[in-house]
T-cell receptor, first 112, second 115 residues
Framework: AQKITQTQPGMFVQEKEAVTLDCTYD???????LFWYKQPSSGEMIFLIY??????QNATEGRYSLNFQKARKSANLVISASQLGDSAMYFC?????????FGDGTTLTVKP | EAGVAQSPRYKIIEKRQSVAFWCNPI?????LYWYQQILGQGPKLLIQ????????DSQLPKDRFSAERLKGVDSTLKIQPAKLEDSAVYLC?????????????FGPGTRLTVT
């Protein structure tokens, strides 16, 4: 992957509502993987969800789902029923030919 | 299963000094990565090892940074001499395999401050 763009530096969401975090990627390789990671204030990166470029269905993991639009090179993360503990930085990443590239992240704040 | 271990967690040094970071990946993970994360940015890959061989070090500033992975397990990242712009969090990660479908597991990071 050459470039990952996350256009939302910061997002706010009310507790229990859903939120979408945007991610677009730019790669010429037909085979690639897309990942989302969460980074709380403690600093550790936590893997959330994975989508392969050949996967026909959108990936889901509990309250996380990935809205994969291949033609638009878009891989948005949807968090349903937001919780206070979801407040963190969220990073989109892509990997092709074994090389990973990360976006600059979106800070999500969940309001009670 | 133990996670990725890193030490130290914090380090403060003066510019032109040297510093070393240590990483122990998850047991059985062949691929090890070192990232630099500057405040407000995403992680940037510095070097990637497959077992004890270097796969990618294209973004490693080789005039001051060096890394090794002895026996394909633990790894150390060294900076000598440090510059002010090296202030960042240094993240180590490992994965079972370098192919595109395997997620990376990250350690807690080492926060470096260069004064």
């Amino acid at each position: 992957a050459q470039k990952i763009t996350q256009t939302q530096p910061g997002m706010f969401v009310q507790e229990k509502e859903a939120v979408t975090l945007d991610c677009t990627y730019d790669t010429s390789d037909p085979s690639y993987g897309l990942f989302w990671y969460k980074q709380p204030s403690s600093g550790e990166m936590i893997f959330l969800i994975y989508q392969g470029s050949y996967d026909q269905q959108n990936a889901t993991e509990g309250r996380y789902s990935l809205n994969f639009q291949k033609a638009r090179k878009s891989a948005n993360l949807v968090i349903s029923a937001s919780q206070l503990g979801d407040s963190a930085m969220y990073f989109c990443a892509a990997r092709d030919a074994g090389k990973s590239t990360f976006g600059d992240g979106t800070t999500l704040t969940v309001k009670p | 299963e133990a996670g990725v271990a890193q030490s130290p967690r914090y380090k403060i040094i003066e510019k032109r000094q040297s510093v070393a970071f240590w990483c122990n990946p998850i047991s059985g993970h062949a691929t090890l990565y070192w990232y630099q994360q500057i405040l407000g940015q995403g992680p940037k890959l510095l070097i990637q090892f497959q077992n004890n061989g270097v796969v990618d070090d294209s973004q490693l500033p080789k005039d001051r940074f060096s890394a090794e992975r002895l026996k394909g397990v633990d790894s150390t990242l060294k900076i000598q001499p440090a510059k002010l712009e090296d202030s960042a969090v240094y993240l180590c990660a490992s994965s079972l395999d370098p192919t595109d479908s395997y997620e990376q597991y990250f350690g807690p990071g080492t926060r470096l401050t260069v004064t």
